[in-house]
Each structure stands twice: as structure tokens, then as C-alpha cells.
């Protein structure tokens, strides 16, 4: 186990730990900078894990960091992508222009939301989210001259400062500079008084106040933050898919969001990244599945008769081709995590990482949830 | 006018039980079940299933169906939710939605992605009466409504069990001390509930279509559920049927699109101005 | 002095009178304790103080300041800081992030200057941390710095949590009910601790106590409280022999 020294206070301020930390994060580092060059295939699939990392971000901000827990971010995602791909394709703006100008709509969403969300607390603002994300919807259904309806609207690539950005590569990068902006941000705020306010609002909203915390100014910064982000993700999104329609943004979105935050683990930013990576590349394993597992089934009944192990390709195919399977694998995932690893895949890494660093005095309780109150200890 | 009147109440209703799903439990657990509108999907398979492949009569289906739907609520509860007791409200309310998800893929792996028409006996029935035309669906959603309503206050009101339920919900710790076998209790409410969002499902069934989709009408009702502020048994009701009512005016009244979204845009009003509802009473924190 | 001056307050909740007229004042540098049985009003005043509830009648003033006037969030800055009965710390976060929040009311931080965490950001978050040690040193709480609250026994948030309170850096603090739930050697401590934050800090002390120990140790006044109706005020000893106050105890 490795001890600090502290020496000053500014020492607590650094994004990373220690030198060791620091120096890992150096290596993940190059390992994303050298990535293109080994997996080209998998490169879009990976830049949607880097959008979507914005997204956790962003609803890690609200929901793990202030409390707030919203059940529609895929329509800030929606305004995002439709107010970007308007600002650059309707109005001709310069790409970066319009990114910032997209985030800005969508903050302003956000504050929408964010003002009656005031009075409100716990299920009853994840209903009005819901509500609002629903109606976000019919209106990017309906708003046929910006949105082009259900006709669905197609995005060109990228072109910043007259260089574009066609090539998966270049996209990848984008993408992951985005996100390591978006971090540094949020991190930075996590650091400061604002990041201290969202926690106390989280944690007791009456003592926060009493600390001197005007709730309504930081829960309506929360929103605004986060939509922001949601807004730049949004962007990047759009060109991701390369087509938007409005039933992209549906409310299974908005769930796949909150299942980043979950699977990954409440109240941390790594959490958000994991998640995003998670429900990002679950689809491709899926499909990959898709291939792959009918055989092996057929493969292995087959040793019991040829005949039951083609009728297991065929049954194990028909089941996995099977369009409802994706959504309840999700639904599956969401319902395991929550009963069996509330703190997260993140919070599975902290126990694995402390069961080495303290190796062999690893203790269980470690972990457990204290539930008795009444204790007292003497203080010396 | 009356007709359209008569449909919103009608649509109402739906809403309203659906809500009233959401309110028993919310009650009595304090968790926010989001599976309710597709507990009320899987009782309109259900019944569909008996009626059309295994050609039961509609009444057996009906009382098949909705007995099914109500002990797999009970199984879901004993199951699942009961491990969840006791924390944060924003883990259960992800644990439901979860099990919402599996409910409509299980739906579409056992019945499909079509769209099926349930035949009832009230199906393409009509009673012209001063004028206006009222098909027999409708009567049998608000009446089956009534009758239900009327069955769940004698329940609640007269049994031993039903006011041991209001008891457990009303102070678990106190109830448990009582003698209330509460876990018991839990798991009863959690199948009337379900049976109740059934029998919503198959009422609604010969009006709209079942498909796998139905259960986002779960949705509305939770404008309603809101609406009638959240721990409120008529309230729930009164919340349905205004959001039904509104729903079906505004179809008729205002421009296309805005029906779909009328609900939403009510819930987000109601929220915004009176964020307990129209009954409920919103408790604040004791410092 | 007179710096916390209450005059006719009057609570009702529905129909229930929670306070009914009841008057005092705090002067400078005192501690000024309120008794009185369960359910007397004693909260519900400290309630009216940080601006949770709004008096039915009533007035309230802080340095001659109307304080109906002020938003419940800007209570801290003018330097009235609280805790409360049943503890209110942000449980998922460490004690040093506790007592940091409690520097919030001096944060005079833009927000660019935090999102891009520029210098003078820094600077200012490293003044809040040598705030912040200066408390900790001041209540002993090295050892639990980066420790969460959740894994904290109830002794030691107490503690923690008057700590968050004086990390505002308060005229006025308000005290409800320190010693609940403390071990008898705890509330001795607390009792030190009250008396130091009067005398080394300067803080006057407004406190909520059921424990008369507690109470004939650290006030130099008391206020009886019974049915949201002021009984007597005076020393603790006055106080304890009234025949008002022993009838509401004992019953009559």
C-alpha cells in the first residue's frame, strides 16, 4: 500500500493525485493517440463511446453530483444536434461558431427545465423531465422547417476552418479532444466552490442552504451546465449517425443515459466513463453475438445429433435475431446492477484495487454500508 | 360535444386505473413503479393469448388474465423490489424502469411485434340514445371503472386485509409491531396493483390495439397519477379523467400534434404551479 | 450589546400555535440558552432564524438588520451559521468537503474563473483550505479529514458539524441541541468546545439543550420555553427554580 506525504494544500487541488496516478493517465493517453492505427474498423464505434462519455458527463454533473436525476437527456441531445446541424447547414454559420452557439440553445433548454424544476424534488422532477423530453419530441416531429420532420434530415461531415474532418480518424479525434475538454471542465468546477455546492444540494438541501448555497442558482446552473454539455455531444452526435430523426431521441435513449451513470456508478466521473463505454459497445458485442452464438450452439448440441443440433442453430438464431431482445438485455443489465453492484463497475474497481494495495488484510467490511447510529468514540 | 365527452371519459378511466396502480404502491412502498403501463401491456397479451390461441371465452380470459398478471406482480414484489426497500428512491425508480424493458422484450419474444385486435363481446356494438351514438366499448371501460373503484373501496374500507394494508403502508414499523405480516402485505398490493393495471389493459384492448408499445400509455397515467398528487386513490381517478378529457378535447380543438403532447404539457404546468397536485399534500422535511 | 433581537414572534402550523409572541434578545458574546419540553417551539425558532419557516407575526432583527428581509441562502453571510438536531451533513462526501462547503458563503468565485480553475481560483481555494485547517485544529479533527461522513460514528459528526458551522466564520451560532445523542464524555467535551468558541473565538452562542449539565455549565442566560410561550428568562439557576418552568417539567 502506498502512503502520501502531503506537503501543502495546493497538493489537493491537482486533477490527479500523485505522480503514479498521473503517470497512468499519460499512458491511457497514448494509448487513445495510437488506437486509429490498430483497430481502424471499430474507430466509429469508439468516437460514440467518446460522445457518449460527454453524455455521462453530463448527466453524472445532474444526476450523480446535484441530485437531480432527469429521465429525459436525450432531448437535450435532440436540441443539440438539430440546433448545430441548422446553424451550419441552414445558416452556412463556421463550425465551431455553431457548436458553441448549439450549446448555448440547449443551456437555455436546460434553464427552461431547470426553473420549475425549483419547486420540485426527486420522483416528481424526473416525471416533469420525462414530460418535457416527450414533448421535445413531437416538437422536433412537428417543426418541419428547421427539423424536417419525420423525413429525417441528413448531416454532412465536419469542416472546421475550412479543413475537413471526413476520415474516421480525424473524427475520432475530435471526438476525443471533445471529451477531454468536457472533462477537464467539469472537473475543474468539481474542484471549486460550484462542484461543493451541487454535492450539498445532493446531500441535504436545507443545510446547504443554511451554508450560504442559493438553491435555485445552483440547481438551475446544474441544468444549464449539463445541457450544455449535452448540447457539444449533441453536434458530435449528429454527424456520428449522419441522419437525424426526431424518434432517435426517444425516451429508451434518455435510459440508456441513466444506465451510463448506473452501471458506471453514481458520483464520479470515471463512473460516467465506464458506462459510456459500456452501453456504447454493447450493441456492437451484441451484434457480434448475433453471429457468432447461434453456431457455437448448433456446435455444441450438435454432439448429442446432428438433426437437434441444426434445430438449436435455427431455434438460437430465430431467438437472438429477435428485434425486442436489445432494449430487455439493457432493461436486464439495469435490474442486475442496481440488486447486486449498486456502486457501479466503478465501485467494483475500487474494491479490486484495494484488495491488492492492502493484500492480505483485504477486510469486506470495508465496503459495507454502516447502519448502526448510535456509536460513540471517544475523541482524543 | 357529448360524444366526445363520452370518449375522453372513457379514455380517462384507463388513466385513471393505470394511476391508481402507480398510487397503490406508491402508498404503500414508497417506490415509483415506471413497469406499471407495461404490467397493464402484458395483462392485454395475456388475456389475448387465452382468448385467441387457447380459445377461452372472454369472461375467463378476463379473470385468467388478470389472476396471471396479479400473481406475477406478487412474484415480481417477493422477487425483486423487496431488496430495494429502503434505498434511494432513484435506484428503484432505474429498477422499474429495467423491468419495463424486459416486460416488452418478453412480450415481443413470446407474442411478437405485431398489432393485435382483441375480440370482446362489446366489440362494433353501439346504443344510440338521445342522439348520440355510444359504442359498447366505451360503457364497458367506464363501467368496468366503476365497478372496480367500488370494489377496491369496500375492500379497503370492510376487510380485515385491506384495512391491515392501509395500516402497513401508513407506518410499516408500527404495523409490523401490530402483528401485520407487512412483507405479506407488500406483495398483496404489489398484485393488485398489477391485476388492476390487467384489468385497465384488457378494457382498453378493444378500443386501442395490443402491441408491445401499449405500456408507454403508463406514461399518461402518470400524468394523471401526478396530477391527482401522487398518494391519492381518487385523486388518481380525477387526475385520468381530466387528462383523458383534455386529451381528447384538445385533439378535436387545436392543431395537429398538440393531443399527443396535451397530457405532458399539463403535467409540467400542474408541476410548475402546485407541485402536490390537485389532493395530495407535499410533507416537508422535519430539521 | 444587542445583537439578535426577536420581538412578538408567532408560528402556526394549520391550526397549531407553534410560538405565540415570544420575545428575547441575544447580546454579544453571551451563550443564551433555550429550554423547554418536547414540542415547546425551541426548533421552530432557530427555524425562523435561518429563514426556513416564515412567521405567521412577528420580527426579526441581526446588528439592528431586518432579517424577514433577508433570503434564507444569504443568512450565512451576514454571520449566523447553525446546526441541527438531527445532524445534516452531506453524507457522500468527506469531512474536509463538509467544511469547505462551509467557506461557501465567502466564495466569491465567477464561474469562468472556475470552469477554467484560473489562478485566482486557486489562490482562493487554498485561503478556504487554511480556513479550513484552522477549524480543524480548533476541534481536533485531523485524524477524520478525508474520511466520508457516512463511515463517521455520531459523536464525531456532531463535532463535524459544528465545525462546517463555525468554517462560516459566524457572528451568531446557533446550537440545536449539541449534546443529543452523545456519550456523557462527549458532552463534556462539547462543553469545553462551547465554552472555547465564546471565549477564544468570539462567537456568541445561541444554543437549544435538553441536558442541564450541559446548560448550568455553558449559559449565562436561559430562556424557558412551554407551548411556544416564553416562561421566564434569567440564569440557569433562576431559571431552574421558577415554579413556571417546574410546573412544565414536572406537570402540575
Keep these: 500500500m502506498r502512503f502520501l506525504l502531503k506537503t501543502s494544500y495546493e497538493q489537493d487541488l491537482r486533477l490527479f493525485r500523485d505522480a503514479v496516478q498521473r503517470n497512468w493517465y499519460i499512458a491511457l493517453g497514448l494509448a487513445l493517440l495510437v488506437l486509429p492505427a490498430l483497430v481502424p474498423t471499430y474507430l466509429v464505434d469508439i468516437s460514440l463511446v467518446f460522445i457518449y462519455g460527454l453524455c455521462g458527463v453530463s448527466l453524472m454533473v445532474l444526476a450523480g453530483y446535484t441530485g437531480l436525476v432527469s429521465l429525459g437527456h436525450a432531448a437535450f441531445l435532440g436540441i443539440g444536434a438539430y440546433a448545430h446541424v441548422y446553424f451550419v447547414q441552414d445558416l452556412g454559420l463556421p463550425w465551431v461558431i455553431s457548436v458553441a452557439l448549439a450549446a448555448a440553445v440547449t443551456a437555455g433548454a436546460g434553464v427552461l427545465v431547470g426553473l420549475p424544476a425549483l419547486r420540485m424534488t426527486g420522483v416528481y422532477l424526473s416525471i416533469a423531465t420525462l414530460a418535457f423530453a416527450l414533448i421535445i419530441q413531437e416538437v422536433l416531429t412537428r417543426w418541419e422547417r428547421v427539423t424536417h420532420g419525420l423525413k429525417g434530415r441528413p448531416v454532412d461531415k465536419p469542416v472546421i476552418f475550412g479543413v475537413s474532418l471526413a476520415h474516421d480518424a480525424a473524427f475520432y479525434f475530435l471526438c476525443l479532444a471533445a471529451l477531454i475538454g468536457g472533462l477537464w471542465l467539469t472537473a475543474n468546477l468539481l474542484r471549486a466552490p460550484t462542484g461543493r455546492a451541487w454535492v450539498a444540494i445532493r446531500d441535504s438541501e436545507i443545510a446547504a442552504q443554511s451554508m450560504g448555497v442559493n438553491r435555485a442558482r445552483y440547481k438551475t446552473l446544474a441544468f444549464a451546465y449539463s445541457a450544455a454539455l449535452m448540447g457539444v455531444a449533441g453536434a458530435l452526435f449528429a454527424h456520428k449517425v449522419g441522419f437525424l430523426a426526431p424518434d432517435i431521441f426517444s425516451v429508451l435513449l434518455s435510459i440508456q443515459f441513466l444506465l451510463m451513470v448506473v452501471v458506471g456508478g453514481l458520483g464520479s466521473l470515471h463512473g460516467a466513463l465506464f458506462g459510456a463505454a459500456f452501453v456504447a459497445l454493447l450493441p456492437v458485442l451484441i451484434s457480434e453475438a448475433r453471429d457468432r452464438v447461434p453456431a457455437w450452439a448448433g456446435q455444441v448440441v450438435a454432439l448429442a445429433g446432428k438433426d437437434a443440433g441444426a ?52 477486510k469486506r467490511a470495508t465496503f459495507r454500508r454502516q447502519k448502526t447510529y448510535m456509536r460513540s468514540e471517544r475523541l482524543r | 360535444m357529448l360524444q366526445l365527452l363520452l370518449n375522453g371519459l372513457a379514455v380517462g378511466c384507463i388513466y385513471g386505473l393505470v394511476a391508481l396502480g402507480f398510487v397503490l404502491i406508491y402508498k404503500a412502498t414508497e417506490l415509483v413503479n415506471f413497469a406499471q403501463g407495461d404490467l397493464m401491456m402484458l395483462g392485454a397479451f395475456t388475456c389475448y393469448m387465452f382468448v385467441v390461441w387457447y380459445g377461452a371465452g372472454y369472461w375467463l380470459a378476463f379473470v385468467l388474465a388478470v389472476v396471471t398478471v396479479a400473481l406475477f406482480g406478487a412474484a415480481l414484489d417477493s422477487a425483486v423490489l423487496r431488496r430495494v426497500l429502503g434505498q434511494p428512491q432513484f435506484a428503484v425508480v432505474m429498477l422499474t424502469i429495467g423491468l419495463g424493458a424486459i416486460f416488452r422484450s418478453f412480450a415481443s419474444i413470446v407474442w411478437g411485434s405485431e398489432i393485435y385486435t382483441l375480440p370482446t363481446p362489446f366489440s362494433a356494438r353501439a346504443t344510440r340514445i338521445a342522439g348520440v351514438t355510444i359504442s359498447h366499448e366505451y360503457i364497458s371501460i367506464i363501467a368496468g371503472t366503476v365497478i372496480l373503484c367500488a370494489a377496491l373501496y369496500a375492500f379497503f374500507t370492510f376487510t380485515r386485509v385491506g384495512v391491515a394494508m392501509q395500516a402497513a403502508s401508513q407506518n410499516q414499523l408500527a404495523a409490523y409491531y401490530m402483528g401485520i405480516p407487512v412483507k405479506r402485505m407488500f406483495s398483496l398490493i404489489w398484485a393488485i396493483s398489477a391485476g388492476v393495471a390487467a384489468i385497465a389493459g384488457i378494457l382498453l384492448a378493444p378500443v386501442s390495439l395490443i402491441d408491445i408499445n401499449l405500456g408507454f400509455l403508463g406514461l399518461k397515467a402518470f400524468a394523471a397519477a401526478v396530477l391527482g398528487g401522487f398518494g391519492s386513490i381518487p385523486g388518481a381517478l380525477a387526475g385520468g379523467v381530466t387528462i383523458g378529457l383534455i386529451e381528447l378535447f384538445s385533439g378535436a380543438y387545436l392543431p395537429q400534434g398538440v393531443k399527443d403532447v396535451a397530457a405532458y404539457v399539463v403535467l409540467l404546468v400542474v408541476l410548475a404551479i402546485r407541485p402536490q397536485g390537485m389532493f395530495g399534500t407535499i410533507a416537508r422535511k422535519k430539521v | 450589546m444587542t445583537l439578535l433581537e426577536a420581538e412578538q414572534l408567532s408560528m402556526n402550523f394549520g391550526g397549531i400555535r407553534a410560538l405565540d409572541g415570544v420575545s428575547f434578545e441575544v447580546n454579544s458574546g453571551e451563550v443564551f440558552t433555550i429550554i423547554g419540553p418536547n414540542g415547546a417551539g425551541k426548533t421552530t425558532i432557530f427555524n425562523l432564524i435561518s429563514r426556513i419557516y416564515e412567521p405567521t407575526r412577528g420580527r426579526l432583527a441581526f446588528c439592528g438588520r431586518d432579517l424577514l428581509r433577508v433570503p434564507a441562502h444569504d443568512i450565512a453571510a451576514l454571520g449566523i451559521a447553525r446546526t441541527f438536531q438531527n445532524i445534516e451533513l452531506f453524507e457522500h462526501a468527506s469531512v474536509l468537503q463538509n467544511l469547505l462547503l462551509g467557506r461557501h458563503a465567502h466564495a466569491r468565485g465567477r464561474f469562468v474563473e472556475e470552469l477554467l480553475f484560473l489562478p485566482r481560483a486557486r489562490a482562493r481555494e487554498v485561503a478556504h483550505r487554511e480556513a479550513v485547517e484552522r477549524v480543524i485544529d480548533f476541534l481536533d479533527l485531523q485524524a477524520h479529514r ?77 430562556l424557558a420555553l412551554d407551548y411556544g410561550r416564553v416562561l421566564t428568562v434569567g440564569t440557569t439557576r433562576e431559571v431552574q427554580a421558577h415554579p413556571d418552568v417546574v410546573k412544565a417539567y414536572l406537570g402540575a
Excluded at chain 3, 452523545?182 to 468558541?197: C, P, Y
Aim: some cysteine; charged content about 20%; hydrophobic content about 50%.
Design chain 1, 311 to 362: 434445430a438449436a442453430f435455427l431455434g438460437v438464431d430465430r431467438f437472438v435475431k429477435q428485434p425486442g431482445l436489445e432494449p430487455g438485455l439493457f432493461g436486464l443489465i439495469l435490474v442486475l446492477f442496481i440488486l447486486f453492484e449498486p456502486l457501479g463497475v466503478y465501485g467494483r474497481w475500487r474494491k479490486v484495487q484495494l484488495y491488492f494495495s492492502t493484500f492480505p488484510l483485504y
Design chain 3, 146 to 222: 478525508d474520511s466520508l461522513v457516512v463511515n463517521l460514528p455520531y459523536g464525531v459528526r456532531k463535532v463535524v458539524e459544528m465545525g462546517r458551522a463555525l468554517c462560516t466564520e459566524p457572528r451568531l451560532l446557533l446550537l440545536d441541541e449539541p449534546s443529543s445523542g452523545l456519550s456523557v464524555e462527549e458532552t463534556e467535551d462539547m462543553a469545553f468546545w462551547i465554552q472555547d468558541i465564546r471565549t477564544v473565538l468570539g462567537i456568541t452562542v445561541l444554543m437549544v439543550e435538553h441536558d442541564m449539565s450541559l446548560v448550568s455549565a455553558v449559559s449565562d442566560r436561559v
